[in-house]
Nanobody, 120 residues
Framework: QVQLVESGGGLVQPGGSLRLSCAAS????????MYWYRQAPGKQRELVAT???????NYADSVKDRFTISRDNGKNTVYLQMIRLKHEDTANYYC??????????????WGQGTQVTVSS
């Protein structure tokens, strides 16, 4: 079975920075695209950033030039570097990945989420 475990969330002041990590574990054969989503209270979950297996990235307009997604394929880990954080970035951040386990077909997996709170 595959697990995605996020870490790095917390409380930060406006203008501050945080780095989220999401590590995949299990009998992994290949990891395709990896994503960060977020969900604020009372709002729908939204896509924040995407990175393909080849390293191509894409961002929501609201986080462009402030967030950077990256991955370490050797560690099966995706990162989200967030700078110049704003109150509206407050949300639970979720990792999502398309993963193929040994002997299986690609499937979608979600992490459990990590809370980011931007407040003074």
């Amino acid at each position: 079975q595959v697990q995605l475990v996020e870490s790095g969330g917390g409380l930060v002041q406006p203008g501050g920075s945080l780095r989220l990590s999401c590590a995949a574990s299990g009998s992994i054969f290949n990891i395709y695209a990896m994503y960060w989503y977020r969900q604020a209270p009372g709002k729908q979950r939204e896509l924040v950033a995407t990175i393909t297996s080849g390293g191509n990235t894409n961002y929501a307009d609201s986080v462009k030039d402030r967030f950077t997604i990256s991955r370490d394929n050797g560690k099966n880990t995706v990162y989200l570097q967030m700078i110049r954080l704003k109150h509206e970035d407050t949300a639970n951040y979720y990792c999502y990945a398309v993963i193929q386990v040994i002997g299986g077909s690609p499937r979608n997996y979600w992490g459990q989420g990590t809370q980011v709170t931007v407040s003074s």
